[in-house]
């Protein structure tokens, strides 16, 4: 099993739908849970944080379960400028311990 | 605010040409740094990480070789560059623990012909 798996897609929505992406991981040490997104070419970005109370921000609303060992993003009302790779990034104990997921593609069509 | 820079942005380079990549981070003292590489469609791999100077972990067995002269500058390197070693090489930051992120430079296309 994978340390950190994820739904390779691609997923392709409309603009306006809403989407959600999964990720799993497998050490349940693991301490910090990260959604970073990454455009075609470019260097990845981090887009947010997840707690475990989950947080949002704006259209983007993140969730960890610890119990299942995952984490969740849901983009609402999706837009054109959403489509990229986004990443599920989980932390364990010390900064060199962070395992980033394959990646998900997402296309938003208009 | 804290910055990296990385360059060169892009680089041919022959085969068994020797390669020096550079990265420097600004407004933070003692990051952790590291360098990835993510071939074309592929997923990020950790090539090396340091945790202060002169101090490099490497997680692959390879051609290539990391150095942290300074603080806030982190090399990689290779005498001779095979043709699996294109790629885009990412440098990052980040605090000691982690657990606020990474912050990427905005990488090197490196193509070896």
């Known amino acids: 099993r994978k340390e950190v798996e994820q739904d390779p897609g691609p997923f392709n929505v409309p603009e306006g739908a809403t989407v959600a992406f999964n990720c799993t991981y497998s050490n349940s040490a693991s301490q910090s849970f990260f959604w970073y997104r990454q455009d075609c070419r470019k260097e990845p970005k981090l887009l947010m944080s997840?707690?475990?109370s989950g947080n949002e921000d704006g259209r983007f609303t993140a969730q960890l379960n610890r119990a299942s060992q995952y984490i969740s993003l849901l983009i609402r009302d999706s837009k054109l400028s959403d489509s990229a790779t986004y990443l599920c990034v989980v932390n364990g104990t010390g900064g060199f311990k962070t395992i980033f997921g394959a990646g998900t593609r997402l296309f938003v069509k208009a | 605010s804290q910055t990296i820079h990385q360059w060169p942005a892009t680089l041919v380079q022959p085969v068994g040409s020797p390669l020096s990549l550079e990265c420097t981070v600004e407004g933070t003292s003692n990051p952790n740094l590291y360098w990835y590489r993510q071939a074309a469609g592929r997923g990020l791999q950790l090539l090396f990480y340091s945790v202060g100077i002169g101090q490099i972990s490497s997680e692959v067995p390879q051609n290539l070789s990391a150095s942290r002269p300074q603080d806030r500058q982190f090399i990689l390197s290779s005498k001779k560059l095979l043709l699996s070693d294109s790629g885009f090489y990412l440098c990052?930051?980040?605090?000691?623990?982690?657990?606020?992120?990474?912050?990427f430079g905005s990488g090197t296309r490196l193509t070896v012909v």
């Open positions: 990052a930051w980040s605090g000691r623990q982690g657990h606020y992120g990474y912050t």
């Open positions: 997840v707690y475990s």
